[in-house]
């Protein structure tokens, strides 16, 4: 079955290849093609334009800095988008993350490295569900995921009585301090050497395991397939339900996380945090990236450009002094324009 597999995803890709081979590489088709790059480079240069302060070294790593989660989140989106689904519970399963270490540090008596892993194992859990119904019972995954990301929201903000939690290690016992400070020491420091946060490390591993998973391995080639042409896939003896499914589990996984991430950053966790932007800034920085909300379209690299152009234009807007709901309308907008640049390439393509 695994040489089956192997041709199945080696053909298309050849054939693929074939007809990007044949069609003639315009200008205008290049401007299509490329539009993110070209995007993230003019950003640069209007935004050290409008601001002196924009390539200084403190702003760049800023933007890194706040760049990392969405970026973590991005992976598992565009795992869902290559599918041909979406994951628009994220944003809460981020929240969930964040408060469920507070939670089990402070008020369970859990240790932080046991807290971290039933953390994600109960992440992972929310993805089995969200998969499950939508790979299993056939559900479409715009109302299931909504629908979880609305339940989520209701239980943390039953679990925390709508209140912040300071992970103070001094309401923990004296065993765990230890490990409690070197977690947050983890989410709020940055290497002695070149000085970047240690957070954009683990970052730069997590995006370079799914470029090499999704560009070298069996694996990613199906899960991609699995979006293009799932009756194909299917045709070939190849089960499309459990990519389907795994894509969800790592799609929550990965919110999970980003939301333990934060509470390290913090030193605090908040039940707000369920209704951050971070499922529609992963979305809009995957097809801004050229992924395609019908399936089978994306890579990670472009994935990458995608989120930053996301981080730079709100770091050009807060260095610009531009106030919040401003800076919502403009995400609205990006949004939009990146869906209707992603129709106009397939409208191209599939002359």
């Not at 605090?268 to 019908?294: E, H, Q, V």
């Amino acid at each position: 079955m695994s040489n089956e597999n192997e041709k199945l995803t080696t053909g298309a890709q050849t054939e693929s290849t074939m007809l990007v081979g044949a069609r003639k590489m315009t200008f205008a088709t290049f401007v299509l093609e490329y539009n993110a790059l070209i995007i993230l480079v003019l950003l640069v240069v209007a935004s050290a334009i409008i601001s002196p302060l924009f390539l200084t070294r403190n702003n760049l790593v800023n933007i890194l800095r706040q760049q990392t989660s969405y970026l973590i989140i991005a992976m598992g989106m565009l795992m869902c988008l290559l599918t041909g689904g979406i994951d628009l519970s994220v944003a809460s399963t981020v929240g969930f993350g964040s408060i469920m270490i507070t939670q089990l540090v402070l008020f369970n008596g859990f240790g932080i490295i046991p807290a971290i892993l039933l953390t994600l194992l109960l992440c992972a859990c929310i993805g089995a569900l969200n998969g499950f119904l939508v790979a299993y019972l056939k559900m479409a995954p715009f109302i299931v995921t909504l629908a979880m990301s609305f339940g989520i929201q209701g239980v943390v903000f039953i679990i925390t009585r709508g209140m912040n939690q300071m992970l103070d290690v001094n309401k923990i016992a004296e065993s765990s301090r230890a490990l409690v400070r070197l977690y947050m020491n983890f989410g709020q420091n940055s290497d002695p050497f070149i000085r970047l946060p240690w957070r954009v490390y683990l970052t730069a591993l997590i995006v370079l395991f799914f470029w090499f998973l999704l560009k070298y391995t069996s694996f990613g080639r199906l899960s991609t397939a699995t979006g293009s042409n799932p009756v194909a896939v299917t045709l070939a003896g190849i089960n499309i339900k459990k990519y389907k499914l795994t894509a969800y589990i790592i799609c929550s996984f990965l919110g999970g996380l980003a939301g333990i991430l934060i509470t390290a950053s913090n030193g605090s966790s908040s039940p707000s945090t369920t209704g951050g932007d971070y499922a529609m800034t992963a979305i809009a920085g995957t097809i801004l990236g050229g992924a395609d909300l019908g399936g089978g379209k994306g890579s990670v690299p472009f994935t990458v450009v995608g989120i930053f152009i996301m981080g730079m234009i709100n770091n050009i807007m807060s260095l610009s002094n531009v106030p919040a709901y401003p800076q919502w309308c403009v995400k609205a907008a990006i949004i939009i324009f990146a869906i209707f640049l992603r129709s106009v390439v397939n409208a191209r393509n599939s002359r």
